[in-house]
């Protein structure tokens, strides 16, 4: 629903924008059928942070623990954004994958569905 300010000519500061987040960007992570997790997870990254690091560093941490982890297949995981499906190149960069501040990324893993398959 639009709100109207009550003061003429208000302009509100937004205070997530990128610039807030010293040379990072949020974006939120999406391990798809594993609601264990409260989900999408957001983190700061830095844009230039290669995708194969997102896998190595940054979703480990976060996704870890579960007991489905250990058997992601990282091959035949399905990527995707709210653009669609994507195929990653590990050695290129979050922006050069059009990654932007607040975006989210949402991963599949065929075969794992969540804890005893509850996904």
Known sequence: MPVKAIAPNYHGDFKDTQD??????????????????????????????????????????????HPDFAKIQWDQVQWSTSKGPFVPDPAKSLAEHGIKHKHQIRFRTPGLDGHLGGG
């Open 20 to 65: 807030k987040y010293h040379g990072q960007q949020l974006i939120s992570l999406c391990w798809e059928k594993h609601t264990s997790f409260g989900w999408p997870m957001c983190m700061p990254v830095p844009p230039e942070m290669p995708f194969g690091g997102l896998i190595e560093k940054v979703i480990p941490h976060i996704f870890g623990d």
